[in-house]
């Protein structure tokens, strides 16, 4: 199958065919990583637009280095200096970066169906323009989901990540579940991969109809648990998430301490798991809130620098794959 996806707007959609092109993509460009030089000149000459109209770290700094190693050209547009503090809209603000010649856009808001707003008006305008979903609001995050995707196969199989390695395996992911747009898209594509997931965290943030996004064509399975044990039990990944504080209305939590009683992954916590068990966090952490400060610091059992490495190559293989579709 050849690649077709214009833009990359969140993975409920996607087909296996998709996750396996993006995991060997994404491992020849962690080959091209390890060279002393480690730029290819793939997009030379196409811009590559950072709009991100909510705070980010991670995903803002890598799709800027992904961009760069492609040999592209970046605008990093930053909201709080620009025109939308005078009034301007956000798809005035789009249609300023398309007239400076912005192939790709990556966005990212508070609002969910921002991505898809501006993907809209490029296609209605045949600009040409791809959209990629930087995270928007509670609805998906595609490029963490296959950034933890391609960490998990290739510490199955370095020199061969694919999907069928994580047929069968059981991944607990733990907490604020109702808030993660992480969460969401971990969702579509683990189930893609035939993976057993479970949810786990406190009934207010993870409501029972999680359970209806339920079971897919091939086996895979969703469960709802509001204790840790049966979720911890044997699970082969633990997938632990911020505490959404920025969109938490009302009280939905006792307190910090009791979460991390109740829910927080410990040495201890972590006992009822798979002997080979490895965590994961997409960052930022609550350092002795969703996990304790020791283990995220372990090597031997967090993920959670190997996801940020893992970032840069599979978000170098995303802008390639669309920006180089219709070449
Ligand atoms: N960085 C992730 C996101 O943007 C996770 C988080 O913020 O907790 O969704």
Redesign the pocket.
């Known amino acids: 199958m050849a690649w077709t996806r214009h833009h990359i707007l969140g993975l409920a959609d996607w087909k296996a065919e998709e996750y396996e092109i993006l995991l060997q993509t994404a491992s020849s460009f962690r080959e091209v990583l390890s060279r002393r030089t480690k730029k290819v000149p793939a997009l030379q000459g196409q811009v590559v637009t950072n709009m991100f109209f909510e705070p980010?770290t991670?995903?803002r700094s890598s799709f800027e280095l992904a961009a760069k190693r492609l040999s592209a050209d970046i605008l990093n547009f930053a909201p709080g200096t620009s025109s939308l503090t005078k009034g301007e809209t956000i798809l005035d603000t789009a249609k300023t970066y398309l007239a400076m010649g912005s192939d790709i856009m990556v966005i990212?808001h508070k609002e969910a169906g921002v991505p898809h707003l501006i993907a809209a008006e490029m296609d209605r305008l045949q600009t040409g323009v791809n959209v990629l979903n930087g995270?928007d609001g509670q609805h998906e995050?595609p490029s963490?989901g296959l950034l933890d995707l391609f960490t998990l196969c290739s510490l199955l199989d370095y020199e061969n990540p694919r999907l069928e390695l994580l047929k069968g395996k059981k991944v607990a992911i733990v907490g604020d579940i109702l808030h993660?747009?992480?969460a969401r898209s971990n969702i579509w594509s683990l189930r893609s991969a035939g993976a057993q997931v479970h949810l786990v965290g406190p009934p207010t943030l993870v409501p029972q109809f999680f359970a209806e996004m339920t079971v897919g064509s091939n086996g895979d399975q969703l469960f709802v648990h509001w204790q840790l044990e049966p979720a911890l039990k044997d699970a082969d990944f633990v997938m632990t998430?911020?505490l959404?504080k920025e969109r938490m209305t009302n009280y939905l939590l006792p307190s910090l301490r009791e979460y991390h009683q109740s829910y927080g992954i410990t040495r201890d916590s972590l006992k009822l798991c798979h002997p080979h068990v490895k965590i994961l966090h997409?960052?930022?952490v609550n350092r002795g809130v969703e996990i304790s400060s020791d283990l995220m610091d372990d090597p031997a059992l967090s993920l959670i620098q190997q996801q940020v490495t893992s970032g840069i190559a599979v978000r170098m293989a995303l802008l390639y794959l669309i920006g180089t579709l219709n070449s």
């Open positions: 980010s991670r995903t990212r995270g995050h963490q993660s747009r992480v998430l911020r959404q997409p960052g930022p």
